[in-house]
């Protein structure tokens, strides 16, 4: 509990909010993976989306005119070599639709455990402990975590969100492409959580 108290004072010391509906790692050592007992209490841990209250904020206002901005040229259409029209296909793409990182994707309000999003998501029961403790650093198991400033989001921080097939904040979504990411770039889960520790970013 100590830890936890060490960080709810640092959020009240930056004035920020965080709502982490899983508890903080507890591990003696920050390299080492989850005992079995710790592991498996974190990974059948229920998600519970937040209510989040409705915060005003106050902005000054300023009288100065802005000069108006000019009016950026349209681009020209690329012609397609190929013309579709005749074909009934629309050359339009196809909506957003959840695509991951679209516009605005919709945050997860769904329920599960850790265990059941990486269980549907295909990732093998042996990689458990190394999606988890990749997923507990960048995340804290939060599937609607999104990084500010680099648009990151997500478990795993799919960065940039795009990335996801289908919504970067449904955690099954996440942790699908996180595992085919990780096998592709690293070889395995295993190699994953190697660099992890060693650059602290994956």
């Keep these: 509990m100590r830890g ?8 009240a010391f930056f004035g920020t909010v965080v709502i982490a509906p899983f508890a903080v790692s507890t591990a003696s050592s920050a390299d080492e993976l989850a005992s079995p007992e710790e592991l498996n209490q974190r990974i059948n841990q229920e998600f519970v989306a937040a209510d989040v209250p409705d915060v ?8 100065e005119k802005l000069p108006d901005p000019k009016p950026k040229p349209k681009p020209e259409p690329e012609e397609d070599e190929e013309d579709t029209s005749d074909s009934g296909e629309s050359a339009e793409p196809a909506g957003d639709e959840g695509a991951g990182g679209g516009a605005e994707s919709p945050e997860y309000t769904g329920g ?4 059941k999003w990486m269980t549907e998501a295909g990732i093998a029961e042996s990689d458990f402990g190394y999606v988890d403790y990749i997923a507990n650093r960048e995340s804290g ?11 990151a989001c997500g478990v ?3 960065n940039p969100c795009s990335k996801v097939p289908g919504n970067g904040y449904n955690p099954v979504d996440n942790l699908k ?5 990780a096998k592709d770039r690293y070889g395995s889960w295993k190699a994953a959580w ?3 520790q ?3 970013w994956w």
């Design 156 to 158: 795993i921080q799919a």
């Design 112 to 115: 599960g455990s850790p265990k």
């Design 141 to 151: 198991w939060n599937p609607n975590a999104t990084n500010a400033s680099s648009g």
């Design 4 to 11: 936890v108290g060490a960080a709810l004072a640092a959020v």
């Design 194 to 196: 190697e660099f992890w």
């Design 198 to 200: 060693a650059n602290h």
């Design 177 to 181: 492409w996180a595992d085919g990411y």
């Design 56 to 63: 005003e904020f106050a902005f000054e206002t300023s009288s």
